[in-house]
């Protein structure tokens, strides 16, 4: 098992620009949630996904829209990057049965200039 | 939503003490609180967790305590030890897909 892999791990964008950050688990969980991390401010969940097809927002889901067509993929997208949008993003997966014990993605980490 | 609160941002040990940091949360529905540790440029990995139905959680050096009537938990890690230092996250959930994190303690152990 890969576990959670997230792609890419590193990503530099213009203001304006859009992008897509991709993520997969091959565990069949059926959550699977974004969230970004920020200095002094923990993990806030953007947007999270209960199974296929099944999506809703989190916390700060302003500017980012996800999709989620298969039990496996749970993409996010950036409409159009803004500098508030500088982060460290996780994407996080877990089975119903695990009782909500998340297993995270090693991380992308977002510039936007 | 969920609030939780952590404290102390930030907690400097000897080597062989004892560490605390203590949580916080505002929904009463809560009833699942993991704490995971990440450390630097890795990843959060889920250490320890309990269930609303559990008072007390052990697991080596590490233990869980929950008041569900205060409406706080507790992670405790005894023993320190150098591989200890890292940030620690509490969360809680009373659905266990939408996890509210605390804004994380940072863990130094000095040698």
């Known amino acids: 098992n890969a576990g959670v892999t997230q792609t890419p791990k590193f990503q530099v964008l213009k203001t304006g620009q859009s992008m897509t950050l991709q993520c997969a688990q091959d565990?069949?969980?059926?959550?699977m949630s974004w969230y970004r991390q920020d200095p002094g401010m923990g993990l806030r969940l953007i947007h999270y996904?209960?199974?296929?097809?099944?999506?809703d927002q989190g916390e700060v889901p302003n500017g980012y829209n996800v999709s989620r067509s298969t039990t496996e993929d749970f993409p996010l997208r950036l409409l159009s990057a803004a500098p508030s949008q500088t982060s460290v993003y996780f994407c996080?997966?877990?089975?119903?049965?695990?009782?909500?014990?998340?297993?995270f993605g090693s991380g992308t980490r977002l510039t936007v200039v | 939503g969920e609030n939780v609160e952590q404290h102390p941002s930030t907690l400097s040990v000897q080597e062989g003490d004892s560490a605390v940091i203590k949580c916080t949360y505002s929904?009463?529905?809560?009833?699942?609180f993991p704490w995971y540790k990440q450390e630097l440029g890795k990843r959060p990995q889920l250490i320890i967790d309990?269930?609303?139905?559990?008072g007390e959680k052990k697991d080596q050096r590490i233990a869980v305590t929950l008041n569900k009537t205060a409406k706080h938990f507790s992670l405790h890690i005894t023993e320190t030890q150098p591989e200890d230092s890292a940030v620690y996250f509490c969360?809680?959930?009373?659905?266990?897909?939408?996890?509210?994190f605390g804004a994380g303690t940072t863990v130094t152990v000095r040698a």
């Open positions: 996904s209960v199974g296929a097809g099944i999506t």
């Open positions: 929904d009463s529905a809560s009833n699942y």
């Open positions: 996080a997966s877990s089975s119903q049965g695990q009782g909500g014990g998340y297993t």
């Open positions: 969360a809680a959930t009373k659905n266990d897909y939408k996890l509210s």
């Open positions: 309990i269930r609303s139905n559990v």
């Open positions: 565990m069949n969980h059926e959550y």
